[in-house]
């Protein structure tokens, strides 16, 4: 399972470093409007998960502003990795 998860958070984070490379358009056309509709949309899924992320777990993590950071990055990869370690439990 942490293969997988950590697998998932280098996919999002290269995403996320073309999505940020792509205001200098350096891709072509298509991939550059697919980046360009593609961000905001993840942006907002990683926004709500991030909420909802806030409202499991805010009595249980001493550090929810750096976790709930990472979920508006790497989305449901950190919700995931947090949700299966032993010292939380929902």
């Known amino acids: 399972m942490r293969y997988i998860i950590g697998l998932g958070k280098a996919v999002t984070?290269?995403?996320w470093g073309a999505y940020l490379l792509n205001?200098?358009?350096i891709f072509p056309e298509?991939?550059?409007a697919v980046l360009?509709?593609?961000g905001p949309l993840i942006l907002i899924a990683h926004t709500i998960q991030a909420l909802f992320f806030i409202r499991k777990f805010k009595d249980q993590l001493p550090e929810l502003?750096?976790?709930a950071l990472s979920v508006l990055v790497f989305g449901f990869f950190h919700?995931?990795?947090v949700s299966t370690k032993d010292?939380?439990?929902p």
């Open 87 to 89: 010292k939380v439990r």
């Open 30 to 32: 298509t991939l550059n």
């Open 23 to 25: 205001f200098n358009q």
């Open 65 to 67: 502003s750096a976790h």
């Open 36 to 38: 360009l509709l593609g």
């Open 79 to 81: 919700f995931l990795e």
């Open 13 to 15: 984070l290269t995403f």
